[in-house]
């Protein structure tokens, strides 16, 4: 169950908002571009594949609900473990948004999501805020995947650990 029962998708998508700035991708990986660094392309190809990316060229709150950002993420090619922080920092919170409004929730993407969340994967370089807006999102979607031993469980219980063993003093909340 999530940490505030009372939390729902609007108010979630809220928070997404608040902790994860609009912008454009900048120096991150693109979608495109993840799929040519998973083929071990060269830096040539990669510029080349970002420059074609629809994605690249919008804000992630444009991408919330557009059908390129779950299928580019779910083409079997690349993805978010050949994006490095900032594509990570772009489309999470963008695909999180994308999950929230669904009126049924796509459980491979959830557990796509999930995945980038567990101890045997380098987590995102996000703040203390972002991943308490994250652990939130997934402990909302964990009833809906009725995945109580599954990924997102696991993500769950990962990022309550990373969020208890963070400084204090580095801890700031929206």
């Known amino acids: 169950?999530?940490?505030?029962?009372?939390?729902?998708?609007?108010?979630?998508?809220?928070?997404?908002?608040?902790?994860?700035?609009?912008?454009?991708?900048?120096?991150?990986?693109?979608?495109?571009?993840?799929?040519?660094?998973?083929?071990?392309?060269?830096?040539?190809?990669?510029?080349?594949?970002?420059?074609?990316?629809?994605?690249?060229?919008?804000?992630?709150?444009?991408?919330?609900?557009?059908?390129?950002?779950?299928?580019?993420l779910n083409a079997g090619l690349g993805g978010y473990n050949f994006m490095n922080d900032r594509?990570?920092?772009?489309y999470i919170p963008a695909a999180l948004a994308t999950l929230l409004a669904q009126p049924q929730l796509d459980y491979h993407q959830c557990f796509l999501l999930a995945y980038q969340f567990e101890s045997n994967h380098a987590p995102p370089q996000f703040s203390f805020a972002q991943y308490s807006v994250v652990l939130q999102c997934m402990e909302y979607f964990l009833p809906l995947t009725d995945d109580s031993e599954g990924p997102v469980a696991e993500c769950c219980k990962y990022l309550r650990s990373m969020l208890r063993d963070w400084p204090i003093e580095n801890r700031s909340l929206p």
Do not use: C, H
């Open 87 to 90: 594509g990570k920092q772009f």
């Open 1 to 72: 169950m999530s940490t505030n029962p009372s939390i729902n998708a609007t108010r979630l998508t809220e928070l997404l908002f608040s902790v994860f700035p609009e912008g454009k991708i900048g120096n991150g990986t693109s979608i495109d571009e993840s799929v040519v660094v998973d083929n071990y392309g060269s830096p040539v190809e990669m510029r080349r594949a970002k420059s074609k990316d629809p994605t690249a060229k919008l804000s992630w709150r444009q991408l919330i609900g557009d059908p390129r950002l779950l299928a580019g």
